[in-house]
C-alpha cells in the first residue's frame, strides 16, 4: 500500500499530474521519514544537470523554479486541502538551488550546500522562522526555503571564499 492510499490529504494527488509531481519533488516528498531532506536529496541530479551549464542559464532556471514553484506548491496545498504538508517538496527543490548558486564543482562543495540549506530549513532561524509561521498559500509555503537557500547561499560562498 502506497503513502498516496494511506493519508487522506494525499490521497487527492496524482503523481501522474504533473502539477502533483512536482510538488512531492519527483515523488521523494512520500518519503515516510524526513521527506524534506529526500526532497532535496531529489534536487541533486537536477543541480548536477543544471551545473553544466552558465551561470545566466543556471540563475534564469533557478529563478523559474521558484516562481513557479509558487504556484505549484499552492495548487498541491488547496488540491490536499491543508497548508504545507510535508510531502510538499519543491520548495526544498529550489532551495537547494539557490544554495548552490556559483557553487565550485565537486562533492565537498555540493555536500557541504546540502548540509548548510537542510540545518536552516530545519532549524528555521529568525526571520525564517516567523514567515515559516505567517505567510500563507504558495508564497508562504516557498518563502521560509528560499530565505534557508539564501543563508546557506552566503555560508557556502563564505567557505569557498576562506577555503576554495
Request: net charge negative; hydrophobic share 55%.
Amino acid at each position: 500500500m502506497s503513502l498516496l492510499s494511506q493519508d487522506p490529504a494525499l490521497k487527492k494527488l496524482s503523481l501522474s499530474n504533473p502539477v502533483h509531481f512536482l510538488a512531492l519533488g519527483f515523488g521523494s516528498g512520500l518519503a515516510a521519514k524526513a521527506p524534506g531532506t529526500f526532497g532535496t536529496l531529489a534536487a541533486i541530479p537536477l543541480y548536477l544537470l543544471l551545473s553544466q551549464f552558465s551561470l545566466s542559464i543556471y540563475l534564469a532556471v533557478t529563478l523559474v523554479a521558484t516562481i513557479v514553484g509558487i504556484y505549484i506548491c499552492d495548487k498541491a496545498a488547496k488540491d490536499m486541502g491543508m497548508h504545507d504538508h510535508g510531502a510538499i517538496v519543491w520548495d526544498e527543490v529550489a532551495g537547494l538551488l539557490i544554495t548552490l548558486i556559483a557553487a565550485p564543482a565537486g562533492w565537498v562543495w555540493l555536500a557541504l550546500g546540502f548540509g548548510f540549506f537542510r540545518f536552516f530549513d530545519i532549524i528555521k532561524p529568525w526571520p525564517i522562522k516567523w514567515l515559516d509561521a505567517k505567510v500563507e498559500g504558495g508564497f508562504g509555503i516557498m518563502i521560509d526555503d528560499v530565505l534557508a537557500g539564501i543563508f546557506a547561499f552566503v555560508c557556502l560562498q563564505v567557505c569557498v571564499y576562506f577555503w576554495g
